[in-house]
């Protein structure tokens, strides 16, 4: 992996999508379920958004989709991506190269630990398309390969 970041540096995550609403929470939940299930209790995971309605809720098909995963998203409320945060977080993962841009042009001194999911998981340039308004199965095939990568990361964290 080319990866800068070790797995052992690694204590604090943020997944970043557009709004907050649908990728980056579910990339959040299923992290912590699946860091929970493998006794890793020393990572922080939050999400947040590089264009936010602030305190929208997480989107209908997000809140149905992740069901399958045990996982109540209903209380989750959308946050825009903040200096502070991107300052103290260890590991900033994108769901597309564009939100890896943005955060990027917003703050170029933390280059070295933003990534796109799919280029940190498996050293892939590959997007995470946003499911926003499409159908439950649109956003339950979003859920597989958010579901795909973070599996890949924990597996980091266990080795």
């Known amino acids: 992996m080319s990866n800068k970041i070790l797995y052992d540096d690694i204590k604090s995550i943020v997944f970043v999508c557009t709004g907050n609403t649908c990728r980056s929470p579910m990339a959040e939940a299923l992290m912590k379920k699946l860091l929970k299930e493998n006794n890793i209790s020393d990572i922080t995971v939050f999400s947040r958004g590089i264009s936010v309605f602030e305190n929208s809720g997480a989107s209908e098909n997000s809140i149905k989709a992740i069901k399958k ?91």
């Open 69 to 159: 995963y045990d996982i109540d998203l209903s209380i989750h409320r959308a946050k825009g991506l903040t200096f502070e945060e991107v300052r103290k977080t260890d590991l900033i993962l994108t769901m597309s190269e564009e939100h890896k841009f943005a955060v990027l042009s917003a703050f170029p001194e933390y280059k070295n630990k933003a990534y796109t999911l799919y280029e940190f998981a498996f050293d892939e340039t590959k997007d995470i398309l946003d499911p926003f308004g499409g159908s439950l199965s649109v956003y339950e095939n979003c859920l597989n390969e958010i579901y795909k990568c973070v599996k890949k990361l924990i597996g980091g964290f266990l080795n």
